[in-house]
């Protein structure tokens, strides 16, 4: 959700006119109106600031990409460039880094 869209989410849920929202964020209500069509992007200090206008907390978290970040594809064209010696030092690399995640997860 783009900072547009959750600003006027929440400014819905508690009811709330842009003009009055405009009031209580000290800002003007043509501001609010082209944050949340999009028009203009704030900054993050700026929609921590409105969202604490309406008793919100702004929240940002990194969430793990649900593939890698480079393709198959990539990673054997990569993998067929290395030399043999470079082979074993990537794949004892992996192995590390998999054995490392296991014993995480205990």
């Known amino acids: 959700m783009d900072a547009g869209a959750l600003i006027r989410s929440v ?3 508690r009811g709330l006119t842009q003009a009055q929202l ?3 964020a000290e800002t003007s209500q043509p501001q609010i109106g ?3 069509r999009g ?3 704030p900054g993050i ?3 921590d600031r409105v969202l604490a206008s309406m008793g919100k907390r702004l929240e940002l978290r990194a969430e793990p990409l649900g593939h ?3 393709s198959v594809e990539e990673l054997r064209h990569d993998y067929a460039t290395l ?3 470079e082979r074993i030092a990537q794949a004892a690399e992996l192995s ?3 054995t490392s995640i296991a014993a995480a997860g205990r």
Do not use: C, H, M, Q
Request: net charge negative; proline share 4%; hydrophobic share 30%.
């Open 11 to 13: 400014r819905s849920e």
């Open 83 to 85: 030399d043999p010696g």
């Open 22 to 24: 405009a009031r209580r």
């Open 68 to 70: 890698g970040n480079v």
């Open 34 to 36: 082209r944050i949340e």
């Open 45 to 47: 200090d700026t929609v």
């Open 39 to 41: 028009e203009i992007s």
């Open 96 to 98: 590390n880094a998999l």
